[in-house]
């Protein structure tokens, strides 16, 4: 069960999140916290998911992109990531999705 972050209760309801991204988000989830960062391996990702290396990468991505992750290099093949405790700008296009 998720920990009630407003980041984590965002995600869920965001439909850019549907599919891959939101599962490695509840993935991550259980790994991650807000507050150090952590090696992610996408292969690590790939095999616990049993996604393919291109699409666990790319839910990765997404989530970075839309503000539910918090990536930093570790060296130049690997990257470390945390959690964010809230994302304002996709709560706010939720809500403005809700008033339309």
């Not at 998720?2 to 549907?18: F, G, I, K, W």
């Not at 490695?24 to 690590?44: G, I, S």
């Not at 990702?45 to 290099?73: C, H, I, K, N």
Request: proline fraction near 6%; hydrophobic fraction near 45%; aromatic fraction near 8%.
């Amino acid at each position: 069960m998720l920990t009630p972050l407003p980041a984590a209760v965002t995600c869920m309801q965001d439909p850019e999140t549907r599919g891959n991204p939101r599962e490695v988000y509840v993935w991550l989830h259980q790994r991650l916290d807000v507050q150090h960062f952590r090696a992610v391996k996408v292969d690590e990702v790939s095999f616990s998911m049993r996604l393919s290396r291109s699409a666990a990468g790319e839910a990765l991505l997404t989530l970075v992109r839309l503000g539910y992750l918090d990536r930093a290099p570790l060296d130049r093949r690997a990257y470390t990531y945390r959690l964010f405790h809230s994302n304002p700008a996709r709560e706010m296009a939720a809500l403005a999705a809700i008033v339309r």
